[in-house]
């Protein structure tokens, strides 16, 4: 649940202002303060000079108690656009220092009320909001913006007593390009359809170097934006989870978005990210984006999932293949597998298991460019030695789950 920090709240149910900082001192708008100095009271005061936000948050606890233990909270969003998304009341750049003070603010004032709640921020828009809040007036001084907003709660959590920031979270809407078009797109032409799945491996593969502004203009080398948060959390504030709360890929409507798809849920899994949704863009329905979802969550139409304990897979060619393993807890005997060919020709593969369990076959399900669903396919055979050769169609995904001898 995303709480308000900007500064102002709508007033009214009457539509937009005319932007700019001409309406945020009228009428139009309330104050939006973190935290209440009275007690709460329901309904709120619909006359008083503030909409209070840990009021707000008391009331949702308390209105869905049953499933209070799953309510997070997020510090606003996207501080580093409020200029441009939010001009009508915050018409000039955030600063460091001001998203810095206002987030503690508002957390601390939030964990008073919700002290088992998970308190997310700072909700940042991409990139150059990661490393400047987007050309912030006090960026020279401070340095990259993401070590700075981790300093801060760092000393929070020493002033407070208490953890104010649980999980940091970013959004992530790549800036690659292929043919010369942002791969976020609906389009699934030949070269944006390549880019799009080798796009993935921007999250964490040090040998691969997008076509992107990023990688051009300044890093001059691989982002690994994984690694790159794991590192700034590690060196500022340990044991901080990372979200990265909203992200696209593109291509809704092809094969090629389902395979970006499915190779981002493997790599967030495996690098750890704590949790991840999905902002559609675009005008497609998203088809094959959600059928890539089916693939891990409900591969045989009847709620079968992949596994919840992840194992470790080596793949030797990054580029053409992707594979991510992981036992089903509580069934001990099954260990599924999702992988996944980038290629328009068919691959074929090699897998060994070194696992306890022997395996005599695998069911399997496969996602191709024919329909945006799940089908059930071919069995796969392993030898006496959990190993076994299979062939995975051109641009498909492929879910395993590796069965003893009946």
């Known amino acids: ?8 709240v709508a007033a009214d149910f009457d539509g937009p202002t005319e932007g700019a900082g001409t309406d945020a001192e009228s009428d139009r708008f309330k104050d939006a303060c973190p935290g209440k100095p009275d007690a709460f009271t329901y309904p709120p005061d619909l006359n008083d000079d503030c909409v209070y936000q840990d009021e707000f948050a008391h009331w949702l606890l308390g209105e869905f108690s049953a499933v209070s233990g799953r309510i997070a909270f997020s510090l606003d969003n996207e501080p580093d656009l409020w200029a ?12 460091y220092a001001e998203v810095g003070a206002k987030s503690v603010a508002l957390a601390a004032a939030v964990r008073q009320v919700a002290p088992a709640a998970e308190i997310y921020g700072y909700a940042g828009y991409g990139y150059y909001g990661f490393v400047s809040l987007s050309g912030a007036p006090d960026a020279g001084v401070h340095g990259d913006f993401i070590d700075y907003f981790l300093q801060v709660f760092a000393q ?10 649980d999980v940091l979270d970013v959004h992530w809407y790549p800036e690659a390009r292929g043919g010369g078009e942002r791969i976020t797109s609906d389009s699934d032409g030949d070269a944006i359809c390549a880019a799009r799945m ?17 990688t051009n203009d300044v890093l001059g080398g691989p982002i690994m934006l994984l690694p790159w948060f794991a590192g700034r959390i590690a060196a500022n504030y340990p044991g901080t989870g990372l979200s990265i709360s909203e992200y696209y890929y593109g291509g809704g409507a092809h094969i090629c978005g389902a395979i970006a798809q499915a190779d981002v849920l493997g790599i967030y899994g495996r690098q750890g990210v704590h949790a991840a949704n999905l902002w ?5 329905d998203d088809a094959y984006i959600n059928a890539a979802f089916d693939m891990f969550l409900d591969f045989d139409g009847n709620g079968a999932r992949f596994g919840s304990r992840g194992l470790v897979v080596q ?38 298991a070194r696992d306890y369990q022997q395996f005599a076959f695998g069911r399997a399900w496969q996602l191709g460019p024919d329909a945006p669903a799940p089908a059930e396919v071919e069995t796969f055979q392993l030898s006496g030695t959990n190993a076994g050769i299979i062939t995975l169609p051109a641009t498909t995904v492929t ?5 003893p001898p009946l």
């Open 399 to 403: 879910t395993l789950v590796l069965m």
């Open 280 to 284: 559609h863009l675009g005008e497609t």
């Open 198 to 214: 080798q796009a993935p491996r921007s999250l964490w593969d040090p040998d691969y170097v997008e076509d992107s502004w990023i």
């Open 156 to 165: 929070a959590e020493i002033d407070h007593g208490a953890r104010l920031l």
């Open 1 to 8: 649940v995303t709480l308000a920090m900007a500064g102002r």
């Open 84 to 95: 441009d998304t939010h001009s009508e009341i915050h018409p000039d750049a955030a600063t």
């Open 315 to 352: 793949v030797s060619d990054t580029e053409t293949f992707s594979a991510y393993a992981a036992k089903r807890e509580g069934i001990d005997y099954e260990t599924t597998l999702v992988l996944i060919n980038k290629r328009d020709v068919p691959v074929t593969v090699s897998i060994r």
